[in-house]
């Protein structure tokens, strides 16, 4: 025995519910990551998230050159970009910087499936002011993701401004009581906004994946 698990994709996965697997590279060695992508034949197309700066440096030069690795994200795509067609139908709305590596994973997510989407950033309710001047153009978006630490008032707040499909990320951003998105988390489950969808601390690609289904039903509805 190799001692290394067997690896086996899901190529079919796209057929079943309409998006592609994606790897999720936070506990995967650069060796494991490189023999995913060998295993990936051209024109095969590959999303691989929570890729880190030290992960990517240490693939080797080939398989680099084969993907194209956003830091900020912590995301690599394999294969030809999808071209994004018609105008943006989901907004991602953050607190602060801060979540900046949540919302991008989010976008990144949603662009790799051919959907644009919308930032609109720094319009936490600190300074409420900034929300409320966003509140008409954020709920002309049939899906709004929505994401926030500390608190995470964010989500519930626009639950009660607009009539969008919310889905809240809690992210782990925050001091001690914040518990690393622990707080955000909970109250987000316990919003007082009715309908709030929410997904697990920091996950902005399950968010975009969650909006990206939404989406597909609205336009066979209109089909």
Request: negative net charge.
């Amino acid at each position: 025995m190799s001692g290394h698990p067997e690896i086996i994709l899901d190529e079919d996965r796209r057929a079943r519910v309409g998006v592609e697997e994606a790897i999720f590279c936070a506990q995967k060695t650069a060796a494991q990551v490189s023999k995913i992508v060998e295993m990936s034949v051209s024109p095969m197309r590959r999303l691989f998230t929570r890729v880190s700066r030290e992960t990517f440096e240490a693939l080797p030069a080939d398989i680099q050159d084969r993907l194209r690795f956003d830091e900020v994200s912590r995301t690599a795509v394999l294969g030809e970009e999808q071209a994004v067609t018609g105008p943006p139908r989901a907004a991602i709305v953050s607190a602060g910087s801060s979540d900046a590596p949540v919302v991008a994973e989010a976008a990144q997510t949603l662009r790799y499936h051919g959907r644009d989407c919308t930032i609109l950033s720094d319009v936490g309710v600190a300074g409420l002011w900034r929300l409320l001047e966003r509140v008409e153009e954020i709920g002309k978006y049939p899906v709004v993701i929505a994401v926030a630490g500390m608190d995470a008032a964010l989500p519930t707040v626009l639950g009660g401004l607009v009539p969008s499909c919310i889905i809240g990320v809690p992210t782990s951003t925050g001091y001690g009581a914040a518990r690393n998105g622990e707080t955000a988390l909970a109250a987000m489950l316990s919003s007082c906004a009715p309908g709030l969808t929410v997904t697990n601390i920091d996950n902005g690609y399950g968010a975009a994946i969650a909006a990206l289904r939404i989406l597909r039903a609205l336009d066979a509805a209109q089909a």
